[in-house]
């Protein structure tokens, strides 16, 4: 198998260790419970005590642990003999997790200024663009990584799409073998031509990853420096004009104050748009630079922020509940790897880098998520169970057949969405249990709209 027991401890409060924010050396830290909330509290001997809001639902961070899973790592990791994090980085030996996803920024260039970016784009004072064979080494050491071999790139920046090369890059990678190629853009080359979205849709892009901020225009001039709305809308329209084009997974960063306000909308859009849009992954913002410890509380939201807001906004519709950590499939790629008799992409990230949910719609204004009509937690810790039981061997007498029937146990048929019946449901599971990972989780999502959060780090 390609995961373990987890080595971080569960519960609360634990110890950890974490940087300075002025001086950037490892100091100690203390994870613990204050008003419902989850803090870390740390001190550093020159600059004095910090302390910030990790996770705003204690209980929420303590009910998904029981999830965290670690996994094996690579083989042959360019740091061998790493020391300690994060001063040793490279991809090496002390990470966990294999790669699922890859993000290979092909320029620091960028059509917009905007005054939130994760990448700082424009702001480095020099140029980086590899050059279009270096790429095509980065994509086939991806290739060529073990115990699995990298399943999905997604090509970032700056601005991929201004990129000299964007299309070969797109082909490069397509004929590697990877199972997903997508982009993470701003959408304007997009919205230029319906040429452009033909020439990537047939180079093989899978998946644009879309910036989409919200439904009005004054998110786009605070959070993108313009107007950008129509720009984002145009995107998807001429995408849509394709036959055959990329699927669509909007990217709202969300900012308290700004746009807080529209995690609904923007999701009800997506499920307005579903010919196109596929997905929604909300990313809370990340502070960059200096920040005053006001600020940073008065600023600060966190996964749990929008799940809750997403259940408020959308009346209900979406519970808490029904949010779990990637980390909960693991399972399903242990079962898929004993039936499929080779290695699969295992999500073994940290249990509280990112919370998932699947929703089945009939239409915009009737949408089920898929935990009301299947028991996670109970199908789920079966597999666990089982796995951890035997350590694999049992997993090896599985059948499909054996496997199906697993599941049904936990399906509650009398729950199931009006126009579902068990034997579609089960016929899209068939998908998963049948091809790579990534393939049958797009085909998993054709009667499905993804949503997901992850958060990323301040810096």
């Not at 590697?176 to 919205?191: H, L, P, T, W």
């Not at 605070?222 to 849509?240: E, M, S, V």
């Not at 597999?383 to 199906?404: F, N, P």
Request: proline share 6%; charged share 25%; net charge positive.
């Amino acid at each position: 198998m390609l995961t373990k027991q987890c080595a971080v401890p569960k519960g609360l409060p634990k110890k950890t260790e974490s940087l300075c924010p002025e001086c950037l050396a490892i100091i100690p830290a203390t994870l613990r419970e204050d008003k419902g909330k989850v803090v870390m509290e740390k001190s550093c001997p020159k600059h004095g005590s910090f302390r910030d809001v990790v996770w705003s639902d204690a209980e929420m961070y303590l009910r998904v642990e029981k999830w965290s899973r670690d996994g094996v790592g690579v083989e042959k990791p360019a740091i061998p003999h790493a020391k300690r994090c994060p001063f040793d980085c490279g991809l090496c030996d002390l990470h966990t997790s294999h790669t699922a996803l890859a993000n290979l920024d092909l320029t620091n260039r960028c059509n917009l200024k905007c005054p939130i970016c994760f990448a700082n784009a424009n702001a480095a004072g020099y140029v980086y663009e590899p050059d279009f064979d270096t790429v095509v080494k980065m994509l086939q050491m991806l290739r060529d990584q073990r115990p699995v071999p990298c399943p999905a790139v997604q090509f970032s920046g700056g601005e991929p799409t201004i990129y000299p090369r964007f299309v070969d890059a797109i082909k490069a990678a397509k004929g590697m073998g990877f199972a997903q190629v997508q982009a993470a853009s701003n959408g304007i080359e997009f919205a230029k031509s319906v040429e452009f979205c033909k020439a990537v849709s047939e180079a093989g892009l899978n998946t644009l990853y879309l910036q989409f901020d919200g439904l009005r225009p004054e998110i786009y001039v605070r959070a993108r420096g313009k107007d950008l709305l129509a720009t984002k809308q145009k995107a998807i329209d001429n995408l849509r004009k394709l036959d055959n084009h990329p699927s669509v997974v909007l990217v709202p960063t969300i900012v308290k104050g700004v746009n807080d306000d529209q995690v609904w909308p923007i999701l009800k859009y997506a499920l307005e748009n579903m010919d196109v849009i596929r997905g929604v992954n909300y990313q809370p913002v990340a502070f960059t630079g200096r920040i005053s410890s006001e600020d940073l509380e008065k600023g600060r939201y966190t996964i749990p922020d929008l799940i809750h807001d997403i259940e408020k906004q959308s009346g209900g519709r979406i519970k808490a509940s029904d949010w779990y950590p990637p980390a909960t499939v693991t399972p399903v790629s242990e079962l898929v790897t004993t039936i499929a008799g080779r290695n699969m992409v295992t999500f073994t990230n940290h249990i509280h880098c990112g919370m998932a949910t699947y929703l089945f719609v009939k239409d915009a204004d009737n949408v089920v998520p898929l935990t009301r009509f299947v028991d996670v937690d109970s199908l789920f810790m079966e597999m666990h169970e089982l796995a951890e039981k035997r350590e694999g061997k049992a997993l090896q007498s599985i059948t499909k057949v054996k496997a199906y029937s697993m599941i049904k146990r936990h399906i509650k048929k009398d729950q199931l969405p009006e126009g579902m019946n068990l034997t579609d449901f089960l016929k899209v599971l068939q998908r998963v249990f049948s091809e790579d990972t990534k393939k049958g989780l797009s085909k998993f999502s054709w009667r499905m709209m993804y949503v997901g959060s992850m958060h990323f780090q301040d810096s």
